[in-house]
């Protein structure tokens, strides 16, 4: 090749019909999906069980139905293995199966990666985004790393908790994280230029 | 080391009014900055064992009584970083609709025939010289209710990962001539310079004999400035 710079292909929205092709299984479509809402591959892998619940607004407000919620994250031990017979850092769910546009992850907790404090990463497609947005889910429980997370403490004081997923025991006794996505409005969840 | 940041020259912004639904799903307030850490600078990765036969053939992999109807084609082209170097076996992940414009998503509402033999979903993992190739049906025009007579134009739909979660890509790729590009507000959100990215070439080095005309679309996603990721 004779270039010597290649433009980065622009983005486009993965707009209303990503589901058979991208999430599949979730959506009950006869083709095999490359990740869901299950992270956990194998029962033995080591880490606490949690699962990650939210909901995406628009800035009306409203319940956005159709949005794609990507997670990358570490394994217990804050690595980001390869290995993908017992974890799989990589999730992917639709906000359309779930009543009231939620998504579930079942996942377990991560490690702390190279100092931060426990986080995960969290991709956000959808209609009407002409490419995607990237932020970070930190856990509500974990005020001493988080104190110490430069990614965290880098944004306003004010937004950070657009940042924190709340611990809450549901009634079978599991552990749930709630992260909800503000596109607009007051709370507005901080996305990073990553 | 660091990774390139997203190249706001060429990539479309959050917020593009002609395009509707982006008023109140684009982000208001700025990005916050981030220095990438090994959070960023990894990625999900696959190997052949997820890819099953005829997963690359739209035309083949869901064939219930005979072959899809439609113009048969075949879309090939080389993913590389932004210094053309191949990015090898990475998924390539790739939907669209039927020739007749329909999607089988439950949601669309189209009124345009169904192909009982055609899915529109298929994917692939690059070689090592970075190539991938899908064979399927050229897509048709489809309306949608962005305004008065809004028509997207024929598109296919692709999902890239490449090394780490920064080269994530979702794109659209387009076809050459089509007269509704140019009122086509998904399309036209990007900076005008860079639009051309999107459209794929006819090519007769991907044409087959007797079988299918060729269009080439070449991808290309964020890479490393220095040497790349040791551990990866
Ligand atoms: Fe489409």
């Given amino acids: 090749m004779s270039q010597d710079k290649f433009y980065q292909t622009p983005s486009q929205t993965v707009g209303p019909y990503f589901a058979y092709g991208l999430t599949p299984k979730q959506y009950l479509y006869n083709f095999p999906s490359i990740a869901d809402g299950n992270l956990i591959i194998n029962d033995e892998v080591s880490g606490e069980r949690i699962t990650i619940s939210g909901q995406v607004y628009d800035g009306n407000g409203h319940l956005i139905p159709d949005a794609m919620i990507e997670l990358w994250q570490a394994d217990a031990e804050g690595n980001y293995s390869k290995d993908l017979s017992m974890f799989h850092g990589f999730g992917r769910l639709g906000t359309g199966t779930i009543k009231d546009s939620k998504f579930e992850f079942q996942t377990i907790k991560p490690g702390r990666v190279d ?79 990553v | 080391m660091s990774q390139n940041k997203r190249d706001w020259d060429v990539q479309p912004p959050f917020l593009y009014p002609d395009y509707k639904s982006t008023v109140l799903r684009a982000p208001s307030r700025p990005l916050v900055p981030i220095k990438h850490t090994l959070s960023e600078l990894t990625g999900p990765v696959y ?20 072959a899809p109807l439609g113009e048969r084609i075949i879309v090939a082209g080389k993913v590389t970083d932004e210094r053309g170097r191949p990015i090898s076996n990475t998924l390539v992940e790739l939907w669209q609709a039927n020739a007749s414009g329909r999607y089988v998503h439950k949601v ?50 692709f999902s890239l990962f490449g090394n780490q979660i920064t080269s994530r890509l979702v794109t659209q790729m387009y076809f050459p001539g ?28 991907v044409t087959e004999q007797d079988f299918a005309i060729g269009f080439r679309f070449d991808m290309v996603l964020r890479g490393d400035n220095e040497t790349p990721f040791e551990n990866r």
């Fill in chain 2, 178 to 205: 089509d007269p509704l590009l140019d009122y086509d507000p998904v399309f036209q959100g990007v900076p005008e310079k860079y639009r051309h990215l999107l459209i794929s070439n006819f090519d007769l080095g």
């Fill in chain 1, 115 to 193: 100092g931060q404090a426990p986080h995960i990463n969290v991709i956000v497609f959808m209609r009407g985004q002409l490419t995607h947005t990237y932020t970070r889910l930190y856990f509500s429980d974990e005020t001493e790393a988080n104190s110490q997370d430069p990614v965290l403490q880098s944004v306003e004081e004010d937004r950070r908790n657009t940042l924190l997923a709340t611990k809450t025991i549901r009634p079978d006794g599991t552990t749930c994280y709630v992260f909800n996505i503000y596109m607009q409005g007051p709370n507005e969840t901080v996305f990073f230029d």
């Fill in chain 2, 108 to 157: 669309d509402q189209h009124d345009a025939p169904l192909d009982p033999n055609f899915f529109g979903g298929g994917r692939c993992l690059t070689d090592s010289e970075g190539n991938y190739k899908f064979y399927t049906i050229k897509p048709g025009a489809y309306p949608w209710g962005n305004h008065p007579k809004a028509w997207r134009p024929n598109h296919i739909h």
């Fill in chain 2, 47 to 66: 190997g052949h064992d997820l890819i099953r036969p005829f997963d690359n053939d739209l035309t083949m992999n869901a064939r219930v009584n005979g």
